[in-house]
């Protein structure tokens, strides 16, 4: 499917907000809920002992679902039960290693090897899971855990270019490889709706799938989401339940969302479903997927995308490749961005610039060629505002890299968030060098997004305004010339007065 630009933006962070949710909440597991206010980090621990950024089993069992999906878009001949059984056996293997599985997925892929072995099958089938998860419902009545729910984002990027309802039934299907309770089933296909939604339009609607239902479990589940945004995360102590974690998540979107939109809403939501308290690692993990598909990879904060890891040791970019190409659902793309080695900027002329920031000798601002130069500078940290290959910066650690999207164009829809986006840059050159870090900012050729943020930096290390700022990066940088739209996000310039701002001598 062709997606816009900022379709992609919100394809790519579906995976990415999911578990920047999800390893926020790692260190608060099955905790009393907070007060308002208090602080809410990615600082690890919890009962389980995950380090600081790394995500649990919330992502660990959504990345199989889009690893499958993703190879069964590259091969015309794959199947949804053959992805599936892909699923089920990557579900497996993680289990056998995994800090923390859940007792109903546990007890149901213990069930499920057993019905292979049975049958003198060495691996899993979809199957034996589908027959395992129906036999534990079956014997206990109560297999509506909030399992399924947790890892059931990516099928909704799968499903971009297809009815809902079609996203709706294999929803179901998908939740009852372990949870086959009606109430998880209904729960997974609602959500998914609504990140199919998001995703298209940017709107946030946990209604859309509503119409989809019996007339008399529609009128249940409005019920539910109507309780939810007349109450708080904490509010829904028995969040284990999947209706119940279905009901804290949208409370927490709905709640950030009477004060907040974009960006600030995604991070006050996600910080409202910890606070909530309990399972709050799943709760933030499944508002993070559908946060994420209305507002983007570029609402997600770097210091939560920064070292965000886990099984099965993948980092930020893998979800965000993930994401991006399971949502344009033309499988896997070697030669393009952002799988692509190399980014080719050849045809843009020249892009050797390289200065010392005019406030700060511990930053180099300058265009992509720089990136060459990195060791010999003795650059450690890298602030890239154009896209990079996957072997274009090496011998910097990944968490000292921090890329942004942000498109040259006076245009205001064609960024998502773009002021958000260039202060976030600047707060990320002031985080590294607050670590004492020598830092490169670039783009392609320092012409408008690196002297954006340079200014930005430059204001807020001299305490002066930005624009102020730009006329000291431009004595230095002379071929900088920010677009208007950026000039008139550095804030000292009206609209209608940007035209007749000119470089400083």
């Not at 679902?65 to 993703?70: E, F, G, N, T, Y």
């Amino acid at each position: 499917m062709k997606l816009t630009p900022l379709q992609n933006d919100r394809a790519a962070g579906v995976l990415v907000a999911l578990a920047a949710g999800d390893a926020l909440g790692a260190g608060y597991e099955f905790g009393a809920p907070l007060p308002d206010g208090a602080k809410v980090t990615m600082k690890g621990g919890g009962p389980f002992g995950f380090a600081p950024a790394e995500w649990t089993d919330d992502t660990s069992m959504a990345i199989p679902i889009a690893q499958a999906l993703l190879e069964a878009t590259s091969d015309a001949g794959s199947s949804s039960p053959a992805a599936f059984t892909m699923v089920v056996r990557a579900w497996t293997a993680w289990a056998a290693e995994a800090k923390d599985v859940g007792a109903q997925t546990s007890s149901v892929i213990a069930a499920a090897r057993r019905l292979a072995a049975a049958a003198g099958r060495s691996k899993v089938h979809a199957a034996d899971f589908s027959a395992a998860a129906a036999d534990f419902h079956a014997r206990t009545g109560r297999s509506a855990g909030n399992g399924s729910l947790m890892r059931t984002a990516p099928l909704a990027l799968a499903y971009l270019d297809r009815d809902p309802a079609e996203l709706m039934a294999r929803a179901g299907v998908l939740s009852a490889l372990t949870h086959a309770d009606p109430d998880a089933q209904e729960a997974c296909g609602l959500w998914c709706v609504a990140i199919h939604g998001a995703v298209l339009t940017g709107q946030l609607s946990v209604r859309a799938g509503l119409p989809l239902l019996s007339p008399e479990r529609a009128a249940l589940w409005l019920e539910r989401i109507e309780v939810a945004e007349r109450s708080r995360p904490r509010d829904f102590s028995r969040n284990g339940w999947v209706v119940e974690a279905f009901q804290g998540a949208w409370s927490a979107i709905h709640c950030a969302g009477l004060s907040a939109s974009g960006p600030a809403q995604l991070r006050a939501a996600l910080e409202e479903a910890v606070r909530g308290g309990r399972d709050t690692d799943t709760v933030a993990a499944i508002a993070g997927g559908l946060l994420g598909a209305a507002y983007g990879y570029t609402a997600v904060p770097f210091e939560w995308r920064r070292r965000l890891h886990g099984w099965p040791g993948l980092r930020t970019r893998d979800l965000m490749m993930l994401g991006m190409e399971l949502g344009r659902g033309e499988g896997h793309r070697p030669a393009s961005w952002p799988r692509a080695e190399r980014q080719d900027y050849s045809m843009w002329g020249r892009t050797d610039a390289l200065v010392r920031h005019p406030y700060d000798d511990g930053v180099w601002v300058g265009g992509v060629e720089a990136l060459g130069r990195v060791a010999e500078l003795g650059i450690d940290a890298v602030v890239s505002l154009c896209r990079l290959g996957t072997l274009d910066l090496p011998g910097v650690a990944p968490e000292d890299h921090a890329t942004f999207w942000v498109i040259d164009s006076p245009v205001e829809e064609d960024n998502a968030h773009a002021s958000y986006v260039l202060r976030d840059a600047a707060a990320a050159v002031e985080r590294f060098r607050a670590e004492g870090k020598t830092v490169l900012l670039h783009c392609v050729r320092a012409e408008s997004r690196t002297p954006t943020v340079a200014a930005l930096y430059g204001a807020r290390v001299a305490g002066i305004a930005p624009l102020r700022a730009l006329e000291d990066v431009r004595r230095v940088l002379p071929g900088a010339n920010p677009n208007r739209l950026f000039l008139e996000l550095l804030g000292a310039v009206p609209a209608d007065q940007v035209n007749s701002v000119t470089p400083a001598k």
